[in-house]
């Protein structure tokens, strides 16, 4: 039989087949057998199938080859009938997107975690009502479509997908969005339409980098405000959002989303819109059909960039002229409306012909509007150099001049008319506007009025038909002379003209035989037009007298009010004056007593007086200088007139406001300090806060006692500070620097961080955007002095003056582990002032750590999430809310201003440091140390300052970046290979509680450890085994989740005796934690290869530079064995650039 199947080239594939067996279909398929093969009759296996069954393995089998789609690898399974996930899915690990959509699946297996190239995932239209967990294991998923299932939630763990960018959970049975959406800040589009939605979480406005949103068939009980702080959006689809049978209006002011392009309100019961649609100038898409507007919405008629209007299925009988304006559309929809204009025929032909029509009769109305205000205009034209000028306007050639200005010599007007109709004619372009700038710049000035006039009564004109002229009524306290005069002349002329009348028709009637009938009326109907529009030149001019005569009435009232409240101030300047001089005899008479109350206390106490008698005094002072400022302030009033010295009134009148307050308090609290503590340094710190020295010799002839020269010193300087506090402090904090005055350098530190505490927040919303590469770019403008806080970010400013504040994410390059420069990595800051550069600007961050180059390097993208950086240092500063920062290193700095250290108490995790610590040629074996800190630089030196100082010495041996949570307990476990833990503090599983600070001037809790070795015999004394110790470090309770492990060498004391007294490996750990970064500089000059180097910078064991360093020494000793001394390593370490290591050297 094998041979008959041989000689039919029939496969088990096309005997299966052909037999109808599903089952071995399968198996066959999945083992690899090929469907192309075809048999003695050239038959496939799929062609042989008869059964439906086979056929659809073998159509199932075809589907599950991946076939490359829009540049992803793609298995297309939609719409196959499928009640479950085929397991052959699965074993393709390759896939990234996979399409299930369209089916009857009604769970998603776990199994689905192995796709860990997952990109795209399409799950919708299936009946689903639960996500697997593993989902939230797909960490490279960018778009999930979820649409048509029944699903209530999403997976615990969802905010883990953290690349998603395209969520779409449309027309499923949420009831409320999981607050775990609001973390995905990758979001571009979400689709929350179809569901029995009530709310949205206010976390959602986090969301800034989202494009397009669906809300739509919701039932929100009113508008989610929340969509309205998306400023980033350009899609929104919110039609019928509060469900059927309600109307779903449109908030009024919509007009705040300014980016938006597309806008879909279809089937809302909308009547009108608001007016805040005027503002949306970037749409481009508009639709508002299945309504109930009986007329297109005035709000959109002035939209700049509409292409695409949809109006389908409304009330709207007819479409306005002025849509002829709106060029820009390509796309006009207006089915199913009862529309009487444009006629049928022209609507069956399309949007072109609609459009072509609107423009084309607009046209023909704005040019017979053109012709009554040419006519019009033209009846003021009563000389032919007037009509000279209007045909050089019209740009009329020599032919047309001659046809025109040669009828009619006798009447201008008729001529100027005829011209402007010509200019009508040649020029499209023909307007009042234009008319009156070409007669302005060819110096008809007059003329030019005249068509300012009559394009300003055309545009009144519809007022003035429905309710007449304005009413006339007399204007308080009196009336202008000019304008009773020209009032007068009008009746004057109405009154002739009228005369002139009576006389013509009398004159009409002796004449009639001389004159036909026909003539005569003419006559008189000319005079009764010539009369009608004197009468209503006659009204306007009226108006605009009486509204003259109002005009003049307010103004001298005002400068009446002015100059009364003018005087009021010179009094009130001058009464303060008064008072400032006795205040000023006032303070001079307490500063003396104060002086003498000082020389008591210091007979009474001599110098070191007791600290309650200095208080008192100190109080003393406190108490005459506050008054003494705030008398000060209130002698320097505004001495400018009219409205600004009553608003400068008014503003007195009221409280003070608290930042007034505060820095009142703060002054004083810091004159206080500072003037009783300073004594005959007063003259060294007004010359180094820039008070002239002929203003100091006053200073010292003017007062008796150091203290009040002190005082009149600093109250002199912040008087004439440029920014106010606590900016200006910076300046003093480095005078008393250079000065070596620590102690009063601390009073104004503390003043400076008291005083920022305390100023009054304003929180202020900055805008973002994120650009193609992530990069997000936050922008705000702050309006003036004080302290503000930037809403869903962690930044704050104290800012002297307006200032321009932009910060934007820079992401971390592929290979920053390996790189040797700091890179400059976000995010990065720029400050701009109204007022200059150098103006002090200070920036509020949440919480600081300090990293050493080192700890830098060694740290993952994901470890330095949310971070910020200080100029000059390698200094990281995490945030608390903003994930899309990054920051690993960082070489220049980016930020200019200063730096203030805010803490805070934090939930989030925090990077910290296992630090350890270890002593050596002790006769009992090795102690160790094991300290929990904040990361900072500082902290670390000053433990092993601190240790260092102990006998035996401590030396810092490494330190490992973890995750801690502050106030947490953490327990260390420790193991020894080839020696006892002889001694450990405390005991396990006893541990330590992490504090999240940056207190340096304390020593923080250890574990304590003493390891010894095993005595070995003397005959392996030469080839003594490494002392090995393994720590553990996990939060009690949690022994499983180890966040920190570390393996280390040790050397105890027998080892060391057993050296010999020049082994120079005894110095590598020191030279280890000196060197570090420059250790490929050592190498080279310790005979090492460039590739030498290399291997030992990539080997996989050593994770930063100081175990490369490590790895470099043991080598160099290994190669040259007894060679390798203390002498040779100095000389290379000085040829190296390193001389301070080789000074320390020499000195242990």
């Not at 001694?983 to 330590?992: F, I, K």
Request: glycine share 6%.
């Amino acid at each position: 039989s094998h041979t008959l199947l041989y000689l039919q080239n029939e496969t088990p594939l096309h005997a299966a087949a052909k037999k109808g067996h599903p089952e071995c279909v399968r198996v066959l398929l999945r083992a690899g057998a090929n469907t192309v093969n075809r048999n003695s009759d050239n038959k496939t296996a799929e062609e042989l199938a008869v059964q439906e069954d086979v056929q659809q393995v073998l159509q199932l089998f075809k589907a599950l080859q991946p076939k490359v789609v829009d540049g992803l690898l793609t298995i297309d399974l939609s719409a196959k009938g499928l009640t479950s996930v085929p397991a052959e899915v699965f074993d393709n690990r390759d896939v990234e997107c996979l399409d299930l959509s369209n089916n009857r699946l009604k769970s998603i297996p776990e199994e689905i975690g192995q796709l860990q190239k997952l990109q795209r995932l399409e799950l919708y239209s299936n009946l689903l009502t639960q996500l697997p967990q593993a989902i939230t294991t797909l960490h490279n998923l960018q778009v999930i479509l979820l649409s048509h299932n029944k699903l209530e939630t999403l997976p615990d763990g969802f905010s883990r997908l953290e690349q998603l960018h395209g969520l779409n959970i449309q027309n499923n049975i949420f009831k409320k969005i999981p607050e775990e959406v609001c973390s995905l800040l990758q979001l571009g589009y979400l689709g929350l339409g179809g569901n029995p939605l009530k709310c949205l979480p206010d976390k959602i406005s986090q969301l800034t980098g989202l494009t397009r949103l669906d809300i739509m068939d919701c039932q929100f009980d009113e508008f989610p405000r929340q969509v309205l702080q998306l400023k980033g959006l350009k899609e929104l689809y919110m039609g019928k959002w509060a469900g059927e049978g309600k109307p779903s209006l449109v908030p009024e002011d919509i007009g705040r989303l300014k980016n938006l392009e597309n806008l879909h309100m279809e089937n809302s019961d909308l009547e009108s819109l608001p007016e805040g649609v005027r503002e949306l100038v970037q749409l481009k898409y508009l639709n508002i059909s299945d309504n109930r507007f009986t007329s297109v919405p005035e709000q959109i008629m002035n939209l700049p960039n509409i292409t695409e209007l949809l109006l389908s299925n409304n009330r709207i009988s007819r479409l306005p002229l002025k849509l002829g304006h709106m060029t820009q559309i390509v796309r006009l929809e207006i089915v199913r409306n009862p529309l009487t204009y444009p006629p049928p025929d022209v609507c069956e032909k399309g949007t072109a012909a609609i459009m072509d029509f609107l423009r084309r009769k607009l046209g023909e109305k704005e040019g017979r509007e053109f012709g009554k205000l040419f006519f019009c205009f033209s009846q003021n034209v009563t000389q032919r150099v007037e009509v000279e000028a209007l045909a050089t306007v019209a740009g009329l050639t020599a032919s047309e001049r001659t046809s025109i200005l040669g009828k009619d010599k006798t009447n201008p007007s008729y001529q100027a008319n005829n011209v402007l109709l010509k200019w009508m004619e040649k020029d499209h372009e023909a307007s009042m506007d234009k008319l009156q700038q070409e007669l302005s710049d060819i110096g008809m000035g007059q003329l030019a009025q005249e068509a300012g006039r009559i394009k300003v009564e055309r545009l009144k004109r519809p007022a003035d038909t429905s309710g007449g002229p304005p009413a006339k009524r007399p204007a308080a306290g009196g009336s202008s002379g000019e304008g009773l005069q020209e009032e007068q002349q009008t009746k004057e002329k109405i009154r002739q003209a009228e005369q002139k009348l009576v006389q013509m028709q009398r004159h009409s009637e002796t004449q009639e035989a001389m004159s036909t009938p026909q003539q005569t009326k003419e006559k008189i109907r000319q005079a009764e037009q010539k009369l009608v529009q004197m009468q209503h030149h006659s009204e306007t001019q009226e108006a605009m007298v009486h509204s003259l005569r109002a005009e003049v009435t307010r103004l001298r009232d005002k400068e009446e009010q002015a100059q009364k409240v003018l005087l009021d101030h010179k009094l009130e300047i001058q009464q303060l004056q008064e008072a400032n001089v006795a205040m000023a005899t006032r303070v001079d008479d307490l500063l003396q007593d104060n002086e003498k109350l000082r020389s008591q206390v210091v007979l009474l106490g001599g110098e070191h007086a007791d600290e309650q008698t200095t208080q008192v005094l100190e109080q003393t002072i406190l108490m005459f200088t506050e008054n003494f400022l705030e008398k000060y302030r209130q002698s320097k009033p505004s001495l400018e007139g009219g409205e600004e010295a009553e608003q400068q009134k008014s503003r007195q009148s009221k409280p003070p406001l608290k930042e007034s307050e505060l820095a009142t308090a703060a002054e004083s609290h810091l004159l206080t300090k500072l003037s009783c503590r300073l004594g005959s340094d007063w003259r060294r710190l007004g010359a180094g806060l820039g008070i002239p020295q002929p203003r100091l010799d006053s200073i010292q002839a003017q007062y008796n006692s150091a203290i009040q020269r002190a005082c009149r010193v600093l109250q002199v300087w912040m008087w004439g500070g440029r920014h106010g506090l606590p900016h200006d402090l910076k300046q003093l904090e480095t005078v008393l620097k250079d000065m070596d005055r620590p102690d009063l350098l601390d009073i104004v530190k503390t003043a400076f961080k008291d005083y920022i505490e305390e100023m009054p927040e304003v929180e202020v919303e900055p805008d973002a955007s994120v650009d193609e590469q992530g990069v997000t770019t936050w922008s705000v403008q702050l309006p003036g002095r004080g302290k503000f806080l930037c809403k869903h970010t962690d930044l704050g400013v104290v800012t002297p003056c307006p200032v321009q504040l932009t910060y934007r994410t820079v992401n971390p390059s592929e290979h920053w582990p390996e790189s040797e420069d700091w890179e400059l990595i976000g995010p990065l800051f720029h400050i701009q002032c109204n007022h200059g550069d150098d103006v002090p600007v200070e920036l509020l961050l949440p919480h600081i750590l300090d990293l050493s180059q080192e700890d830098g390097s060694a740290l993952s993208p994901d470890d330095v999430r949310a971070a910020h950086v200080v100029a000059g240092n390698t200094t990281l500063h995490p945030a608390d809310v903003t994930p899309t920062h990054f920051l690993t290193r960082h070489q220049n700095g980016s930020l200019w201003a200063s730096m203030l250290q805010k803490l805070q108490a934090l939930t989030m995790n925090r990077r910290g440091l296992f630090t350890l610590f270890k002593t050596s040629q002790t006769p009992h074996g090795v102690d160790v140390k094991a300290h929990i800190v904040s990361n900072t630089k500082g902290m670390v030196e000053t433990l092993q300052e601190d240790l260092s100082k102990l006998h035996p010495r401590f030396y810092h041996w490494d330190s490992l970046p973890c995750s801690f949570r502050p106030h947490r307990i953490y327990c260390l476990q420790a193991s020894v290979e080839n020696g006892t833990l002889a001694h450990a503090e405390p005991q396990p599983p006893g541990g330590l509680e992490y504090e999240d600070t940056l207190d340096c001037d304390r020593i923080y809790p250890s574990f304590h450890m003493t390891v010894q070795r095993s005595n070995p015999g003397t005959e392996h004394l030469q080839h003594l085994q490494h002392l090995q110790m393994t720590l553990q470090l996990y939060p009690q309770a949690e022994s499983s989740n180890v966040i920190c492990s570390c393996t280390r060498y040790l050397d105890d004391g027998a080892a060391i005796e057993q050296r010999r007294p020049d082994d120079v490996s005894q110095h590598f750990f020191f030279i280890k934690e000196k060197v570090s970064v420059h250790w490929r500089d050592l190498a080279h000059f310790l005979d090492f290869t460039r590739s030498d180097i290399d291997t030992i910078q990539y080997k996989q064991a050593n994770r930063d530079a100081k175990d490369c360093c490590m790895d470099m020494l043991e080598q160099w000793r290994t190669r040259r064995g007894n060679a390798a001394t203390l002498q040779v390593l100095l000389q290379a370490l000085t040829e190296a650039g390193l001389q301070d290591t080789v000074d320390q050297l020499n000195n242990m």
